[in-house]
């Protein structure tokens, strides 16, 4: 029971976290450096992930089926829209590749995460004075918002907050921003997910992750997530639509702030 309680309550995190602009890697780090919480693992971290990949693909799965849809049938727009997925992961995974032990270096520095999280509570904050756009997402933008999505693979800057924010900067409504923000991350999240599965399969202390997390334990962590991230990515896209997607911004500096304070 205890597991499952410990699964349940890192399924929560991931789902609010993951998709509202307030960093899942950051609070993480802080979870784990501030109040002493012990990673889960890298395969529970997987399954978490998966449970958000299924909530995206719930929440869009319209989207998603007129796009595959239209890429059968060679339509031009469902084309491009997966040329700009493709131009969006580029800055990603160049970045990662080259700059992978000095990106692992901060997962270990609390003082480093408060002060991503306080750089991503200004780029929120300015959203503020940003004029509401009604453009699409082109391939030059998407390059753009690829840009900013590898930024935040450091931890304490948001994924979703930046790229959102820079869509929205760039002219992009704020409908479109939000779908184009999660439809790029979904060939991310599942090539993290295989690495991850083909290069690490135990948990705490190398034992093997079903026997710390039942695998009934797990479904449970995925199915969890799932469904708070779905309510979370509603959230988001309302708020987003009435304007007030910015107020998060508060929140991460304040956070930030808190965290260089007691560093």
Same mark, same amino acid.
């Given at each position: +029971?205890?597991? !499952?309680?410990?699964?349940?309550?890192?399924?929560?995190?991931?789902?609010?976290?993951?998709?509202? /602009?307030?960093?899942?890697?950051?609070?993480?780090?802080?979870?784990?450096?501030?109040?002493?919480?012990?990673? /889960?693992?890298?395969?529970?971290?997987?399954?978490?992930?998966? $449970?958000? +990949?299924?909530?995206?693909?719930?929440?869009?799965?319209? *989207?998603?089926?007129?796009?595959?849809?239209?890429?059968?049938?060679?339509?031009?727009?469902?084309?491009?829209?997966?040329?700009?997925?493709?131009?969006?992961?580029?800055?990603?995974?160049? !970045?990662?590749?080259?700059?992978?032990?000095? %990106?692992?270096?901060?997962?270990?520095?609390?003082? #480093?995460?408060?002060?991503?999280?306080? !750089? *991503?509570?200004?780029?929120?904050? #300015?959203?503020?004075?940003?004029?509401?756009?009604?453009?699409?997402?082109?391939?030059?933008? #998407?390059?753009?918002?690829?840009?900013?999505?590898?930024?935040?693979?450091?931890?304490? &800057?948001?994924?979703? $907050?930046? *790229?959102?924010? =820079?869509? @929205? +900067?760039?002219?992009?409504?704020?409908?479109?921003?939000?779908?184009?923000?999660?439809? +790029?991350?979904? /060939?991310?999240?599942?090539?993290?997910? &295989?690495?991850?599965?083909?290069?690490?399969?135990?948990?705490?202390?190398?034992?093997?992750?079903?026997?710390?997390?039942?695998?009934?334990?797990?479904?449970?962590?995925?199915?969890? =997530?799932?469904? %708070?991230?779905?309510?979370?990515? #509603?959230?988001?896209?309302?708020?987003?639509?009435?304007? @007030?997607?910015? &107020?998060?911004?508060?929140?991460?500096?304040?956070?930030?702030?808190?965290?260089?304070?007691?560093?």
């Amino acid at each position: +029971m205890e597991n !499952f309680l410990n699964m349940v309550w890192l399924a929560v995190l991931q789902g609010v976290t993951e998709f509202l /602009p307030v960093s899942s890697s950051g609070h993480l780090v802080l979870l784990q450096k501030l109040l002493r919480v012990e990673s /889960p693992g890298e395969t529970v971290e997987v399954v978490l992930h998966v $449970g958000t +990949m299924l909530s995206i693909l719930a929440y869009y799965r319209k *989207t998603i089926g007129r796009l595959i849809a239209g890429v059968f049938k060679g339509d031009g727009d469902a084309w491009r829209t997966v040329l700009c997925i493709a131009l969006s992961a580029v800055p990603a995974v160049f !970045f990662y590749f080259l700059c992978k032990d000095r %990106i692992d270096a901060f997962y270990e520095n609390a003082a #480093a995460v408060g002060g991503f999280l306080l !750089f *991503t509570g200004f780029v929120l904050t #300015a959203l503020r004075w940003i004029p509401g756009g009604t453009g699409k997402v082109t391939p030059a933008r #998407a390059v753009l918002i690829g840009i900013a999505q590898a930024i935040a693979i450091l931890p304490g &800057v948001s994924r979703s $907050g930046m *790229t959102i924010s =820079s869509a @929205r +900067m760039s002219g992009v409504s704020p409908d479109e921003a939000a779908e184009f923000s999660f439809l +790029m991350c979904l /060939p991310l999240l599942a090539g993290a997910a &295989v690495l991850s599965l083909l290069g690490h399969t135990s948990g705490a202390e190398g034992a093997s992750v079903t026997e710390v997390f039942p695998t009934w334990v797990l479904a449970s962590g995925c199915l969890f =997530s799932a469904v %708070i991230g779905y309510a979370s990515l #509603a959230l988001l896209v309302r708020l987003l639509r009435s304007g @007030r997607f910015w &107020v998060f911004g508060l929140y991460c500096a304040a956070v930030g702030i808190a965290v260089l304070c007691l560093m």
